[in-house]
């Protein structure tokens, strides 16, 4: 498994992954035409956002998006680590781990705090407390709305 910025190569996948992640993610969403998807990755690309990719025998099985958040100069910068996906079959190969020690280690070489980001349904947040040394600071809760009544309050 080895780690490689995106190349305009790679873009067409990129998008391929990053709306398969939105689907995974917001499985009761509904979600927008591929074509936002390509506008998405390509802002990422234009506003040199951090796309790391993970690769296996050259195939491309994950990536990740970061970037350095300021809170548009809020405050102190810090390193986002918004997205990291892994394509299903080659979950639990370490992928994921590569894409998130890498996003860590930026962050160390460049003396900045780190935000990650894992779903609560799978073992990343795990992942990410055991072996990167952050705290949990925020819980999302969704609730899918039902219909006119009070349950939806």
């Given at each position: 498994?080895?780690l490689?910025?995106?190349t305009?190569?790679?873009y067409?996948e990129v998008v391929d992954m990053?709306y398969?992640?939105?689907?995974?993610?917001y499985?009761?969403?509904?979600?927008?035409?591929?074509?936002?998807?390509?506008?998405e990755?390509?802002?990422?690309i234009?506003?040199?956002?951090?796309v790391?990719l993970?690769?296996?025998?050259?195939?491309?099985?994950?990536?990740s998006?970061?970037?350095?958040?300021?809170?548009v100069?809020?405050?102190?910068?810090?390193?986002n680590?918004?997205?990291?996906?892994v394509?299903?079959?080659?979950r639990?190969?370490?992928?994921?781990?590569?894409l998130?020690?890498n996003?860590?280690?930026?962050?160390?070489?460049?003396k900045?705090?780190i935000?990650?980001?894992g779903l609560a349904t799978?073992?990343?947040?795990k992942?990410?407390?055991?072996?990167f040394?952050?705290k949990e600071?925020f819980?999302?809760?969704?609730?899918?709305y039902?219909?006119?009544?009070?349950?939806?309050i």
């Amino acid at each position: 498994m080895t780690l490689h910025s995106i190349t305009f190569d790679d873009y067409e996948e990129v998008v391929d992954m990053y709306y398969n992640f939105t689907k995974e993610v917001y499985p009761e969403r509904t979600i927008g035409a591929r074509y936002f998807f390509y506008k998405e990755v390509m802002v990422w690309i234009n506003s040199r956002h951090h796309v790391t990719l993970a690769k296996k025998d050259g195939r491309i099985v994950g990536f990740s998006m970061s970037y350095v958040d300021d809170n548009v100069g809020l405050t102190n910068p810090i390193y986002n680590g918004v997205i990291a996906y892994v394509k299903p079959e080659y979950r639990k190969t370490r992928a994921a781990y590569m894409l998130y020690k890498n996003m860590s280690s930026w962050a160390k070489e460049h003396k900045m705090s780190i935000i990650a980001n894992g779903l609560a349904t799978t073992d990343v947040a795990k992942m990410i407390k055991k072996h990167f040394d952050c705290k949990e600071m925020f819980i999302n809760f969704e609730r899918t709305y039902k219909g006119d009544t009070n349950e939806n309050i």
